[in-house]
T-cell receptor, first 112, second 116 residues
C-alpha cells in the first residue's frame, strides 16, 4: 500500500540552526511528493513539491529532493527562524488512487 | 492566486442543529475536496468532487452531506452531529481531478467546528 513516515517531533532548534525533517515513503508506481506547512490555527499551505525522481523542490529557503533509490523526501533548511515554527506534513499523491497520503506531521519549535 | 476561502472561520453547534460550511475558489479548478483534521493529526479525506460530481466518499456518516452547486463552490451540510465530530474542516481544490499526474491540492484556512 501507500504510506508516508515522518520523524517524530517535536523538533526544537535555536534560531539560525540547520533543519532536517526526515520523510520516507512506500508507494505503488511513481508518486508525486509534497511538503505542506501548517502554522498554528491555520490551514495547510503548500511548501514545495517534486513530481519525479531527482527533482528538487524549493521555496522560502526550504529544499527537498525526491530520492527514488532511498524512497525519501527529506526537508532541509540552512538557517531556521522563529517564524518557521509550525507543523510540517510530508505527503505523497498516489499514482494508482490519486489520493493525498499524509505523514503524521512533525512539529518544529524554533527558539530565539 | 492560489486562494481557497472558507466560511465561517469558527462554528459552535448543538447536536440537534443544522448548519453548513462553505468553500469557494476562483482559480478555475475542477476538483474540490473536504478533509477533517483532529488536533495533532494529519487531515483525513472525506469527499472529492470532480467536475461537480461526487467521485469519492470515504464512507463518511450521512450526518455529513456535501453539495457542489457549481465549479467554484463546495458546501458541507451538517445535521445531528456528535461531539466527536468536533475538528478543523479543511477544503481544498486542484486543477483537475485527483488522478491528474502531479496535481497539487491547495487548502483553505479551515472551519473550526465545536459540537456541544
Amino acid at each position: 500500500g501507500n504510506s508516508v513516515t515522518q520523524m517524530e517531533g517535536p523538533v526544537t532548534l535555536s534560531e539560525e540552526a540547520f533543519l532536517t525533517i526526515n520523510c520516507t515513503y512506500t508507494a505503488t508506481g511513481y508518486p508525486s511528493l509534497f511538503w505542506y506547512v501548517q502554522y498554528p490555527g491555520e490551514g495547510l499551505q503548500l511548501l514545495l513539491k517534486a513530481t519525479k525522481a531527482d527533482d528538487k523542490g524549493s521555496n522560502k529557503g526550504f529544499e527537498a529532493t525526491y530520492r527514488k533509490e532511498t524512497t525519501s523526501f527529506h526537508l532541509e533548511k540552512g538557517s531556521v527562524q522563529v517564524s518557521d515554527s509550525a507543523v510540517y506534513f510530508c505527503a505523497l499523491k498516489a499514482s494508482n488512487t490519486g489520493k493525498l497520503i499524509f505523514g503524521q506531521g512533525t512539529t518544529l519549535q524554533v527558539k530565539p | 492566486d492560489t486562494e481557497v476561502t472558507q466560511t465561517p472561520k469558527h462554528l459552535v453547534m448543538g447536536m440537534t442543529n443544522k448548519k453548513s460550511l462553505k468553500c469557494e475558489q476562483h482559480m478555475g479548478h475542477r476538483a474540490m475536496y473536504w478533509y477533517k483534521q483532529k488536533a495533532k493529526k494529519p487531515p483525513e479525506l472525506m469527499f472529492v468532487y470532480s467536475y461537480e460530481k461526487l467521485s469519492i466518499n470515504e464512507s463518511v456518516p450521512s450526518r455529513f452531506s456535501p453539495e457542489c452547486p457549481n465549479s467554484s463552490l463546495l458546501n458541507l451540510h451538517l445535521h445531528a452531529l456528535q461531539p466527536e465530530d468536533s475538528a478543523l474542516y479543511l477544503c481544498a481544490s486542484s486543477q483537475e481531478g485527483p488522478s491528474g499526474s502531479g496535481e497539487t491540492q491547495y487548502f483553505g484556512p479551515g472551519t473550526r467546528l465545536l459540537v456541544l
